[in-house]
C-alpha cells in the first residue's frame, strides 16, 4: 500500500494522506528507513475494548528486525521486521488524550531508526450516508423519460431495503425521495402489489418521503407558491399513514427565507441541504457547508433545523462507496478535524450515477461489512429525519439559531425566458384570486382538482431543472429544442388553465360579450378603489359608466386602443360592488390628468420626460414639493440599458427616442416613448397617470432579437431619498440587504416579489414590481459570466445605495437555461411616492393591488348593488393571503399574515352562510384545535385557520 499519492474522491479534492508525519533518513542508517507514519482515524474493537492504530510504511534491508511502538501507559507493541518495504500496523488501547509516541527500529540489541511523534485520540465518529437519486426534472434526458427512470428508481429502492432488512440496524437499505414529484406519478399509477410494497416500505421508515415537490428556485416563489410546494407532501402522508418531518434540497444554492415558516407550518422540523460544488453557488458551501443551524422564521416563532452537506449533493456521481473505498472517508475526517469541527455525526449526501441516478443496493452491504471491520467511524444508512433526530438530541441546546434571508443564487436563470417567467408569475397570483372568488361565491362546487393541476403547472415551471445539460453549447439539437418546449409548456399551461379557471368563476353560468351590468370583484381583505378597464365589446353600450350603489356616473374614458376605462371607487373587501355601461358622455374625473408636450401632469405629480433618451428624467411630488428623481445621477428612471458580457463600462443605452400622445386625459394620460435599442428589434415604453389614483404607471415591451453572445438587459432607477433604506418583499418577509441576509446570500442580484421599497425617515418610494423577479442594489452588478467559481466574482458587503437596476434578461448560464430569447415581453412597473416612514401595510397593500387587479363579471340586471365581504378582518395590518374552500368543500382555509411588528389579535366578521365552527389548521389543512375567540397573529408571521360551512 502506497500512502503518499493524490486521491481524488468525487467533488472534492483530497491532498492529505490522512494524518501523515513523512520521515527523512539522512540521520538513520541506510539500511532502515522509516518513511511514513500514520494515524488513522479509526477505532477497532478487541474484547470489548476499543483500540486505535498506527499504521508505518518502513524500508528495511539486512538482518530481522523487530519494531517497537511506545506510547505511555500502554504496554510496548512488538512486531517483526523482515527485510524488503512493507506497511507495519500497531492497535493499542484508544487514548482519551494525546500523546507523545516512540517508534523504534532494533535488531541485534542495536537501534536501526527511531521516530518520535504524537498520536492524537480518535474521534467517535458516526457518518450517515442519505441514499437519493438528484431529481433533474429534465436536464440528462426529456422529462417524461427523467419520470420514468426516476419510478424505476423507486421500485428499485423497495427491492433493496426488502433484500437488506435483515442487515444489522444502520446496514439496512433506506432511501430518500429527495423530491414527490416522482412519487406522486408512481402512485396514481402503479396499482397492485408494487403499490402496496412501496406505502409499506414508507410506513416502515425504509423509504422517506420528503416535504418538497421538486428541487425549487425558491425565490421565484409566490407566497402561496411555497405553501404548494408542501401540499402534495400532506396528501401522500395522509395517504401512506405517516409524519413527514424532513425536507432535502439538492444542487441549488440559497433559499428564500419565506421556506422556513412554510415547513414549520406543516411540521417539517429538519432541512438536509446539499448544493452545487461549484457552479454559481457564491459563499453558500463556504458560509454553510458543515455548520447545522437553526433557521428561525420572520416572525421568531418557529425554527426549522438546517443542516447543509459540506461535500454536497454530488459527492458519489463518479463512484459508488465501495469503489471508492475507505481513503476519501479517512482524508475527510481528517479536514474536519484539522477545522475543529465540533461534531461527532457527519451528512455525506449518498447520489450515485450522477443526476437522476439509480440507487445503489449495494451501499447496505458494504457499510456491514465496514462496521464489522471498524468500530468507528461508524457508517450509517440513514433517512434525513433520522440523520437529524439524532443530531437534535446530541447538539440541540448548542447549535446557532440565526435569521435572514438565505438570498438565493440560481433564480437569475429564470431571466432567460422572460417572457413565460413573467407569465408564470402573473398565472400564481392569478390561482390565489380565483380561489378567492371560489370562497366568496360557491365553495361547495369548486373544482379543486383543475386548481391543484394548475399549481402543479406553475411549481414545474419554478423548479431548478430550466433545460438540457447543453442548451448553451449546442442549442439547436433537437434534444435541447424539445426539452425546453416541455419546460416552457408549464409556464403556458399554466397560463391557460389559470385564465379557464377565473373565466368559469367569473361567468357563474352567465354569457359573455357586451356587459351592461357588471360586478367588479375585490379579492382583498380593504377596500379599494383603482382603474378597471373594459374591452370594446364589454363596453359597446356607451361611454358612461353608472355605480349602482350610489346612483352615479363614474369618471370614465375611452381609450385609443376603444377600451373604456373607469374609475371604480370603495368596492368592499373580498366583496363586489355592481356597475351599468350605458350610453352618454363619459364621466369627469375628481381630479384630472393632463399632457404637456412631453410631461405629465396631474395634482399629485409633473412626470417629465427627456425627450432624447425616454427616459424619465423629473418626477416631482407636487403635495410633497420634492424632486423624486436624482438628477446628478444620468440613470433617472427607467433608463434601459443593455450589457454585452460582463462590460459594465461599455453598457448601451437606447437610441433617440420618439415621444408621442397615447392617452390625454383627463382620467387617464399617457405618453408612449419608441427607441432603437441595442439588442432589440425596438423598444416601447408607456408612461402612464390616473386621475384620483398617486401612483405612476410604467409599461416597457422589449422587442428582444435572439442573441446568443452573453447579455444582459437592465432598466435602471436612481431615487432622491437621502439616506434612504431599501427594503423588498419576499416571500412571507421584507428583507433589508445586508441587514437581513444571512452568511452566504447572493448580493449580486435579488430576487423580488411584488415591491421594493426606498424611503428615510421623511419619505420614500415604494415600487411595485409585476413581472421581472431580479433586482440590482447599487450597480449593475449581475454580470457574472460562466460557472462563477471565483469566490472573489461574489460581493461580500454591499453599499447602501438609493439606485436600483430592474435586472430583466440574460443568458449569462454555461448550462441548463436558454442561450437566448427573442420576440416581445412585457415587463410593468408602478411607482407609489409616499410621506413619513416606511410603511409596511401600505407597501404590501400596494404590491398586491398592482398583481391582483381588480376583476369583472356579469351580473343580472336585478342584482343587488353590492356583494357583502365574505370576511372582514379588524386589523389594518392582517392580510388574508388566501381565502379558498378546503379539498372536500366543507370548509373555508383562511391564512392571515401579519405584515406588523407587533402581535395582532385578529376579529372575524362574516355575512351569510356564518361558519358553524372556526379552528387551527395546519398548512395540509388538518383541523387543529378550536378557535372561540381572536386568533393572535405573530408579527411578520401568518396563522392558517378552517371555518366549517353550514
Not at 408512481?186 to 416502515?204: C, D, H, M, N, P
Request: charge should be neutral.
Amino acid at each position: 500500500m502506497t500512502f503518499t499519492r493524490i486521491f481524488s474522491w468525487p467533488g472534492v479534492l483530497l491532498t492529505a494522506a490522512l494524518t501523515a508525519v513523512t520521515v527523512t533518513a539522512a540521520a538513520e542508517p541506510a539500511h532502515t528507513l522509516i518513511q511514513k507514519v500514520e494515524t488513522p482515524p479509526v477505532l477497532t474493537e478487541k474484547e470489548g475494548k476499543l483500540q486505535q492504530i498506527v499504521k508505518v510504511q518502513v524500508q528495511h534491508s539486512g538482518p530481522a528486525a523487530e519494531a517497537i511502538l511506545k506510547i505511555p501507559r500502554c504496554n510496548p507493541v512488538r512486531i517483526p521486521l523482515p527485510p524488503g518495504q512493507q506497511t507495519l500496523e500497531f492497535s493499542f488501547p484508544a487514548l482519551e488524550k494525546e500523546a507523545e509516541a516512540v517508534l523504534e527500529i532494533k535488531a541485534v540489541g542495536r537501534t536501526l531508526a527511531e521516530k518520535t511523534f504524537v498520536v492524537r485520540p480518535v474521534r467517535k465518529w458516526i457518518l450517515y450516508f442519505l441514499p437519493h437519486s438528484h431529481v433533474d426534472i429534465g436536464y440528462t434526458q426529456l422529462q417524461p423519460e427523467v419520470l420514468a427512470k426516476q419510478c424505476r428508481n423507486l421500485e428499485t429502492a423497495v427491492a433493496a431495503a426488502r433484500a437488506t432488512a435483515g442487515n444489522p440496524p444502520g446496514a439496512q437499505f433506506k432511501w430518500n425521495t429527495e423530491g414527490l414529484w416522482a412519487v406522486d406519478h408512481y402512485l396514481q399509477t402503479t396499482r397492485g402489489e408494487k403499490q402496496r410494497e412501496f406505502i409499506e416500505a414508507v410506513k416502515s421508515g425504509r423509504i422517506e418521503l420528503d416535504a418538497f415537490y421538486g428541487n425549487e428556485l425558491t425565490g421565484l416563489c409566490r407566497p402561496e407558491e411555497l405553501v404548494r410546494l408542501v401540499a402534495c407532501a400532506g396528501r401522500l402522508a395522509k395517504r401512506c399513514g405517516v409524519t413527514i418531518e424532513s425536507a432535502m434540497i439538492s444542487d441549488v444554492p440559497g433559499y428564500t427565507w419565506g421556506i422556513v415558516p412554510v415547513l414549520a407550518g406543516c411540521g417539517v422540523k429538519y432541512l438536509s441541504i446539499g448544493p452545487n460544488l461549484t457552479d454559481r453557488i457564491g459563499r453558500t458551501l463556504a458560509a454553510w457547508g458543515d455548520k447545522p443551524f437553526y433557521w428561525a422564521d420572520p416572525s421568531g416563532k418557529q425554527k426549522v433545523l438546517c443542516w447543509m452537506a459540506g461535500t454536497g449533493y454530488s459527492t458519489f456521481h463518479g463512484r459508488s462507496l465501495r469503489e471508492t473505498g475507505e481513503r476519501p472517508i479517512f482524508d475527510y475526517l481528517n479536514k474536519l478535524d484539522a477545522a475543529a469541527y465540533p461534531y461527532d455525526l457527519v451528512q455525506l449526501r449518498y447520489s450515485t450515477g450522477g443526476d437522476n441516478g439509480p440507487p445503489d443496493p449495494d451501499v447496505a452491504d458494504y457499510v456491514k461489512q465496514w462496521n464489522a471491520k471498524y468500530a468507528y467511524p461508524k457508517l450509517v444508512v440513514a433517512t434525513t429525519t433520522e440523520m437529524m433526530r439524532e443530531l437534535e438530541r446530541r447538539y440541540g441546546d448548542r447549535l446557532p439559531v440565526v435569521r435572514g434571508d438565505f438570498t438565493p443564487y440560481w433564480e437569475d436563470g429564470a431571466a432567460s425566458s422572460a417572457r413565460e417567467t413573467g407569465l408564470n408569475r402573473a398565472a400564481a397570483e392569478r390561482l390565489v384570486q380565483t380561489e378567492i372568488l371560489g370562497a366568496m361565491l360557491d365553495p361547495k362546487h369548486c373544482p379543486m382538482s383543475a386548481f391543484s393541476d394548475a399549481w402543479r403547472k406553475v411549481l414545474l415551471y419554478d423548479e431548478h431543472t430550466w433545460g438540457a445539460y447543453n442548451s448553451i453549447t449546442e442549442p439547436d439539437v433537437p434534444f435541447v429544442k424539445n426539452q425546453w418546449k416541455i419546460k416552457q409548456n408549464f409556464a403556458l399551461d399554466a397560463d391557460r388553465q389559470s385564465k379557464h379557471l377565473l373565466a368559469e368563476m367569473l361567468s357563474q353560468g352567465a354569457s359573455g360579450g357586451a356587459l351592461p351590468s357588471f360586478y367588479v370583484y375585490n379579492t382583498a381583505n380593504w377596500p379599494r378603489t383603482d382603474l378597471v378597464i373594459l374591452s370594446k365589446e364589454q363596453s359597446s353600450a356607451g361611454d358612461g359608466v353608472l355605480d349602482v350603489q350610489q346612483g352615479r356616473v363614474v369618471p370614465s374614458q375611452r381609450l385609443s386602443t376603444g377600451e373604456l376605462a373607469f374609475l371604480a371607487s370603495d368596492v368592499p373587501p373580498l366583496g363586489a360592488k355592481r356597475f351599468l355601461v350605458q350610453a352618454g358622455a363619459e364621466g369627469p374625473p375628481d381630479q384630472s390628468v393632463s399632457i404637456e408636450k412631453t410631461e405629465l401632469i396631474s395634482p399629485k405629480f409633473r412626470v417629465s420626460m427627456d425627450p432624447q433618451t425616454g427616459n424619465i428624467r423629473s418626477c416631482r411630488d407636487l403635495i410633497l414639493d420634492r424632486e423624486l428623481v436624482d438628477s446628478e445621477n444620468p440613470v433617472g428612471w427607467n433608463s434601459y440599458y443593455y450589457v454585452v458580457g460582463s462590460d459594465v463600462k461599455g453598457a448601451r443605452t437606447s437610441g433617440p427616442a420618439t415621444v408621442r400622445v397615447m392617452e390625454s386625459g383627463p382620467l387617464v394620460a399617457a405618453l408612449k416613448i419608441e427607441s432603437d435599442a441595442p439588442g432589440c428589434n425596438r423598444l416601447t415604453r408607456e408612461v402612464r397617470l390616473i386621475g384620483g389614483l398617486d401612483r405612476v404607471d410604467l409599461l416597457d415591451v422589449v422587442d428582444k432579437k435572439p442573441v446568443r453572445a452573453k447579455e444582459g438587459v437592465h432598466f435602471g432607477f436612481a431615487f432622491r431619498v437621502p439616506g434612504g433604506v431599501v427594503r423588498m418583499e419576499t416571500p412571507w418577509a421584507v428583507v433589508r440587504p445586508e441587514e437581513d441576509q444571512l452568511p452566504g446570500a447572493c448580493k449580486n442580484w435579488f430576487t423580488v416579489q411584488r415591491w421594493i421599497d426606498v424611503s428615510n425617515r421623511d419619505f420614500g418610494v415604494t415600487t411595485a414590481v409585476l413581472d421581472a423577479p431580479l433586482v440590482e442594489v447599487g450597480g449593475m452588478t449581475a454580470n457574472i459570466i460562466g460557472n462563477g467559481s471565483e469566490p472573489g466574482t461574489w460581493i461580500e458587503h454591499l453599499a447602501p445605495s438609493q439606485t436600483l437596476y430592474s435586472w430583466v434578461m440574460n443568458n449569462h448560464w454555461h448550462t441548463n437555461y436558454r442561450a437566448e430569447q427573442e420576440g416581445p415581453t412585457e415587463f410593468r412597473y408602478a411607482l407609489r411616492p409616499h410621506t413619513g416612514g416606511f410603511d409596511g401595510v401600505a407597501a404590501a397593500r400596494f404590491g398586491i393591488e398592482r398583481s391582483q387587479p381588480l376583476l369583472v363579471g356579469p351580473a343580472a340586471a336585478d342584482a343587488p348593488a353590492l356583494r357583502p365581504s365574505r370576511l372582514r378582518v379588524n386589523a389594518d395590518e392582517i392580510l388574508v393571503t388566501a381565502f379558498k374552500p378546503d379539498i372536500e368543500g366543507k370548509a373555508l382555509i383562511v391564512r392571515l399574515y401579519n405584515v406588523g411588528s407587533e402581535p395582532v389579535s385578529a376579529v372575524f366578521s362574516w355575512s351569510e352562510p356564518v361558519p358553524t365552527a372556526l379552528w387551527r389548521s395546519d398548512l395540509w389543512q388538518q383541523r387543529g384545535r378550536p378557535i372561540c375567540g381572536p386568533v393572535v397573529v405573530p408579527p411578520h408571521g401568518f396563522v392558517t385557520i378552517g371555518a366549517d360551512l353550514p
